[in-house]
């Protein structure tokens, strides 16, 4: 009963504290306000952490080991961090102005559709990486098609992106160049799915590919944060941001080989991490450190039109 009391009560919490009219006793100068990067992600790791730790609670006082689907409940929990700590600190940072920014950004869904053709980016290399290592390697990285699958990246990408792309990447990036904040942002995003890392994939648990795993998923996972960083910096549209986590997430939900053994998984998500990787070298090429639209260093029209 811990997990459904948190997931019950910290909704409640942050919408008292959101609507109050001073959540933070009206201290600007607060640690909060002074170090608004750190505290997002010294609450979002607790929180979400938390949550997940509450939901295997009962197995390991038993010391027992976990279920599948304990592992798989621990999403839930943990998108709570994301989510819920970048509305609040939202709040007590940049008050209700900035509330009212941040459901701007993620109603934004007008932008080119150049930008909605880059949603299929996963699902490209995704295929592409899996038929090539089919054809030359083994059938038994044959593409699924659970298709249901889609499902699993929908809360994923809705409540995360709050957070990451709502909260975290713009002022990350005010402080340093967008390229070295979304890769900075990729890496953290990549440690946040520590406690649910075993239960990802499909060769679950990885046993002692269980590191391996890690590494090849953080090399996907930052350079995938590069391009959903990229698609914001240029469109402002948290709406898109929301929509490439989704495509990245569920993609990988519905491919994935279904019967490949952990080191098998390693390999594949290693080699799309790479692909990922060229894609971003690409992005990089076209727009500069900044990910967007570059004048002052002479790129044709042709590449300032990738941005």
Same mark, same amino acid.
């Given at each position: 009963?811990?997990?459904?009391?948190?997931?019950?009560?910290?909704?409640?919490?942050?919408?008292?504290?959101?609507?109050?009219?001073?959540?933070?006793?009206?201290?600007?100068?607060?640690?909060?306000?002074?170090?608004?990067?750190?505290?997002?992600?010294?609450?979002?790791?607790?929180?979400?952490?938390?949550?997940?730790?509450?939901?295997?609670?009962?197995?390991?006082?038993?010391?027992?080991?976990?279920?599948?689907?304990?592992?798989?409940?621990?999403?839930?929990?943990?998108?709570?961090?994301?989510?819920?700590?970048?509305?609040?600190?939202?709040?007590?940072? +940049?008050?209700?102005?900035?509330?009212? +920014?941040?459901?701007?950004?993620?109603?934004?869904?007008?932008?080119?559709?150049?930008?909605?053709?880059?949603?299929?980016?996963?699902?490209?290399?995704?295929?592409?990486?899996?038929?090539?290592?089919?054809?030359?390697?083994?059938?038994?990285?044959?593409?699924?098609?659970?298709?249901?699958?889609?499902?699993?990246?929908?809360?994923?990408?809705?409540?995360?992106?709050?957070?990451?792309?709502?909260?975290?990447?713009?002022?990350?990036?005010?402080?340093?160049?967008?390229?070295?904040?979304?890769?900075?942002?990729?890496?953290?995003?990549?440690?946040?799915?520590?406690?649910?890392? =075993?239960?990802?994939?499909?060769?679950?648990?990885?046993?002692?590919?269980?590191?391996?795993?890690?590494?090849?998923?953080?090399?996907?996972?930052?350079?995938?944060?590069?391009?959903?960083?990229?698609?914001?910096?240029?469109?402002?549209?948290?709406?898109?941001?929301?929509?490439?986590?989704?495509?990245?997430?569920?993609?990988?939900?519905?491919?994935?080989?279904?019967?490949?053994?952990? =080191?098998?998984?390693?390999?594949?998500?290693?080699?799309?991490?790479?692909?990922?990787?060229?894609?971003?070298?690409?992005?990089?090429?076209?727009?500069?450190? +900044?990910?967007?639209?570059?004048?002052?260093?002479?790129?044709?029209?042709?590449?300032?039109?990738?941005?």
């Amino acid at each position: 009963m811990v997990c459904p009391f948190l997931c019950l009560r910290l909704p409640c919490t942050l919408w008292r504290l959101v609507s109050s009219p001073n959540p933070f006793f009206g201290k600007r100068e607060a640690w909060i306000g002074r170090h608004p990067v750190a505290a997002y992600f010294a609450l979002t790791f607790t929180v979400s952490w938390i949550g997940a730790l509450a939901v295997t609670a009962p197995h390991l006082i038993r010391h027992e080991p976990l279920p599948k689907m304990t592992g798989i409940l621990m999403f839930p929990a943990m998108l709570l961090g994301p989510s819920c700590i970048g509305i609040l600190l939202t709040r007590i940072v +940049d008050g209700k102005s900035g509330l009212r +920014d941040l459901l701007s950004r993620m109603l934004r869904g007008r932008v080119s559709a150049r930008w909605y053709a880059a949603l299929l980016i996963p699902p490209i290399l995704i295929l592409t990486v899996l038929f090539g290592f089919q054809t030359f390697v083994s059938t038994a990285y044959a593409p699924n098609r659970f298709l249901i699958g889609v499902l699993f990246g929908l809360p994923a990408g809705l409540l995360e992106e709050i957070g990451w792309t709502g909260y975290a990447f713009p002022k990350m990036s005010s402080q340093s160049n967008e390229l070295a904040a979304s890769i900075l942002l990729g890496l953290l995003w990549s440690i946040w799915h520590l406690p649910v890392i =075993d239960y990802l994939g499909t060769a679950t648990p990885h046993g002692a590919y269980w590191f391996p795993f890690f590494l090849a998923f953080g090399v996907a996972m930052t350079a995938m944060r590069v391009l959903i960083s990229w698609i914001y910096t240029n469109t402002k549209s948290l709406f898109l941001a929301q929509l490439m986590h989704i495509s990245s997430t569920g993609s990988l939900v519905i491919f994935s080989a279904p019967r490949l053994a952990a =080191d098998q998984e390693v390999v594949w998500y290693g080699v799309y991490g790479i692909s990922l990787w060229l894609a971003v070298a690409i992005v990089a090429k076209a727009c500069g450190r +900044d990910l967007r639209r570059q004048t002052a260093w002479g790129l044709s029209s042709k590449h300032r039109a990738a941005c």
